[in-house]
């Protein structure tokens, strides 16, 4: 019997969490006696009462492992403790605002028992407002950095505990998370799924964050912004040079207009 643990990087979530428990608690019924499931909550400096409510949770039932985080450092960095706190034989990541459903969860674990060590649910249609935004986004990532996998994917999967061991030996600051994915799979499937709406509360990570971790994926996984500079440089030394010779040849010619 394989064990699951299921990965929750939660910030402020407190009224998504009762929803969440139940749709995973539903899941784990349906996937008995194949496989077990249990949750691992990383509380990333929540304030409106998540820390609480996930501790009397950890006290109340003996498959809820939950890591509290002295402050808020992000949804990436809460992806990393996920990864070097994971314990099992797979590991599903998931965000806690039920935009990633729980539901998708048996057929990824049937793509594993086939022999599938990265699935991955790739957003094939979403019903968030800013679709345009992060199909751009997605488009020009998988243009400029052709070793990622041309899935457009962001959390949601499920990894073989070989693929987690192979990621926690990426130690990159800033960590573009389903770029690291691509890097330490071998080969990733993909299933089809719909990105729902946030079910309660504003996007915690917002546009900010958004931006910040398109430029970390485009940093990290193309050549193209090194390229730029390099060609921004040799644009800048060019110039130089021109301006340099244009400068000695108008104090040659000054100089031949004084008198001796
Ligand atoms: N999250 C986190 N730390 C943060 C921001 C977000 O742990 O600083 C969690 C959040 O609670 C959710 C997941 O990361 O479970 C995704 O966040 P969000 O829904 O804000 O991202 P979006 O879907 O808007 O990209
Ligand atoms: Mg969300």
Not at 9 to 19: A, T
Not at 195 to 221: C, H, Y
Request: hydrophobic share 40%.
């Amino acid at each position: 019997m394989a064990h699951i643990e299921v990965i929750l990087p939660i910030f402020n979530e407190v009224k998504n969490i009762p929803n969440l428990i139940a749709r995973l608690d539903q899941v784990k019924k349906e996937l008995s006696p194949s496989a077990t499931l249990s949750y691992l909550f990383i509380n990333d400096g929540s304030s409106d009462g998540s820390t609480e409510l996930l501790s009397q949770l950890h006290s109340s039932r003996n498959d809820i492992r939950v890591v509290h985080l002295l402050h808020n450092f992000g949804h990436g960095p809460a992806l990393a403790c996920g990864v070097s706190h994971f314990r099992g034989d797979l590991a599903v990541f998931m965000d806690a605002d039920l935009q990633d459903p729980p539901e998708a969860i048996p057929e990824m674990f049937l793509a594993w028992k086939n022999g599938s060590k990265t699935v991955v649910a790739e957003r094939v249609s979403r019903s968030e407002s800013n679709k345009v935004l992060f199909n751009t986004f997605y488009y020009l990532l998988h243009k400029v950095a052709p070793q990622l996998p041309p899935v457009n994917f962001g959390t949601h999967c499920l990894l073989d505990a070989s693929v987690i061991q192979r990621i926690k030996t990426l130690k990159e600051k800033n960590r573009y998370f389903p770029g690291l994915v691509g890097f330490a799979s071998p080969k990733i499937e993909a299933i089809p799924v719909h990105r729902l709406k946030r079910l309660e509360g504003n996007s915690r990570v917002g546009l900010k964050g958004l931006i910040q971790l398109a430029i970390t994926a485009f940093l990290s996984f193309s050549s193209l912004p090194v390229r730029m500079v390099s060609v921004m440089g040799l644009i800048a030394s060019l110039a130089a040079l021109i301006s340099g010779t244009a400068d000695r040849k108008s104090t040659r010619l000054n100089s031949s207009h004084v008198k001796r």
